[in-house]
């Protein structure tokens, strides 16, 4: 093989190479395959149901004396606490219904108070999640399980003419994330699951 052809036939190969990995399939180094329960919060993850200072909860004691038995209309204050009879104040904010049962159960038996009460606990409040904006019916949503960002704005009567669709805000607490409601309603496994007390704000477009 003379000199020239082996440098001819190096080069096909380095090209070829070269062409194979420039062609080929490229990694997306942005794409994540997450879901949007994980992206955006999961309504069902317990810190997100949590008792909220003001809620409203009615606490049942049973498995005491018949005399004792009573049920008790109690708001959690503005310190996060409902009061509850020989025991005081208990710490409801910030827990989970379950966790404030478990704990005025163990206050009423470690202060050797009762010895096998059972508390039952029922929620009253209701939670909200708003639509304002450039949408044709802006307003509040009551809060329930699977509520939706196109759910609410479908709610909300959805978009005005002037609507920035491709650009919508969800204000969370401190955060504020950014959607495209175009986008999600052409995919909606993109769809957003909302939490209680989101706000969805949608500005006018500027064309």
Wanted: hydrophobic share 35%.
């Amino acid at each position: 093989m003379t000199r020239y052809s082996f440098l001819t036939i190096s080069a096909l190969m380095v090209g070829a190479f070269l062409f194979i990995g420039c062609s080929g399939p490229k990694a997306d180094v942005n794409s994540t395959d997450v879901s949007a329960s994980s992206q955006y919060g999961n309504p069902d993850d317990p810190e997100y149901n949590l008792i909220r200072k003001g809620d409203a909860l009615t606490i049942q004691l049973s498995g005491v004396p018949v005399e004792d038995q009573a049920t008790y209309p109690v708001k959690v204050d503005d310190n996060g606490n409902v009061s509850m009879p020989m025991i005081g104040n208990v710490k409801a904010a910030g827990v989970t219904v379950a966790d404030l049962k478990n704990t005025i159960e163990t206050l009423y038996k470690s202060n050797r108070i009762y010895t096998n009460p059972n508390i039952t606990i029922y929620t009253q409040q209701e939670r909200y999640v708003s639509v304002n904006g450039e949408v044709k019916t802006p307003q509040q949503i009551i809060y329930y399980r699977g509520i939706t960002a196109l759910t609410a704005l479908a709610q909300a009567g959805g978009f005005t003419d002037y609507a920035n669709r491709r650009k919508c805000k969800l204000l969370r607490g401190d955060k504020v994330i950014e959607f495209n409601a175009q986008e999600i309603q052409n995919d909606p496994k993109k769809d957003i699951p909302l939490l209680p007390n989101d706000r969805i704000q949608v500005d006018r477009s500027i064309f």
